[in-house]
């Protein structure tokens, strides 16, 4: 039993545990803030009226979603250095995890401006406002709002997304998770505490969702 359970792995690899969980809270930091921003304009380019756009907006989002997220992943890590753009694990793995996440909040923002009355946009066009001054001022706003909730389960998964960067060395918590389960031989111990580890960042994710699906719905 003393082989499969040793709590003594916490303590003797702290250091390491604490970087890759840093880490972890550091890329899925950056990848959402790229992903919202990435997403937005993508989910405007999926309703813009120019018909080009609309293409290119809705191939973006239909191809990424729809391929595994390891293939983004090692396009950037492997396929860039062949095109003579070398990245290391960490930069590839978040440029990933970026894009493959941008797809889903795209989808998730173009359904919050749908949701906007169409007579407000309307009335922006009368007031003189352009496609893209409505955007800004009137319609994103509020669909950011309808869809954050569903933006806020994409960060949750996006954090559980985030391992996937260990198969490019990407020295999130998996990564050093492999390396003291390597050291240690007790791939329970480790993956229990990793496990518990990313639990402390999904929990309290989940709940601020749940609380403001609850506001939302009772302001609606």
Same mark, same amino acid.
């Given at each position: @039993?003393?082989?499969?359970?040793?709590?003594?792995?916490?303590?003797?690899?702290?250091?390491?545990?604490?970087?890759?969980?840093?880490?972890?809270?550091?890329?899925?930091? @950056?990848?959402?803030?790229?992903?919202?921003?990435?997403?937005?304009?993508?989910?405007? @380019?999926?309703?813009?009226?120019?018909?080009?756009?609309?293409?290119?907006?809705?191939?973006?989002?239909?191809?990424?979603?729809?391929?595994?997220?390891? /293939?983004?992943?090692?396009?950037?890590?492997?396929?860039?250095?062949?095109?003579?753009?070398?990245?290391?694990?960490?930069?590839?793995?978040?440029?990933?995890?970026?894009?493959?996440?941008?797809?889903?909040?795209?989808?998730?923002?173009?359904?919050?401006?749908?949701?906007?009355?169409?007579?407000?946009?309307?009335?922006?066009?009368?007031?003189?406002?352009?496609?893209?001054?409505?955007?800004?001022?009137?319609?994103?706003?509020?669909?950011?709002?309808?869809?954050?909730?569903? /933006?806020?389960?994409?960060?949750?998964?996006?954090?559980?997304?985030?391992? /996937?960067?260990s198969v490019v060395a990407g020295l999130d918590l998996m990564y050093y998770a492999d390396l003291i389960n390597s050291d240690t031989f007790l791939p329970i111990t480790v993956y229990i505490i990793v496990a518990l580890f990313y639990l402390v960042l999904t929990v309290p994710l989940s709940f601020a969702v749940h609380y403001l699906e609850r506001r939302f719905a009772r302001s609606?």
């Open positions: @039993m003393s082989r499969l359970w040793d709590i003594n792995v916490l303590f003797n690899h702290w250091d390491r545990f604490i970087e890759g969980f840093g880490n972890t809270i550091w890329i899925s930091l @950056m990848a959402l803030v790229g992903s919202l921003v990435l997403g937005t304009i993508i989910a405007v @380019m999926r309703i813009s009226p120019i018909r080009l756009l609309n293409i290119v907006g809705t191939t973006y989002v239909e191809f990424i979603r729809n391929i595994p997220l390891l /293939i983004v992943v090692f396009f950037f890590y492997l396929g860039l250095p062949s095109l003579g753009i070398p990245l290391g694990g960490f930069i590839s793995g978040t440029l990933g995890l970026t894009v493959y996440t941008s797809s889903f909040i795209a989808e998730s923002i173009r359904a919050g401006i749908q949701a906007v009355p169409a007579g407000q946009s309307e009335a922006a066009r009368s007031s003189g406002l352009s496609y893209l001054q409505n955007m800004h001022h009137i319609v994103l706003p509020q669909a950011i709002k309808i869809v954050l909730p569903a /933006i806020g389960n994409q960060l949750i998964n996006l954090v559980k997304n985030s391992s /996937i960067l609606s």
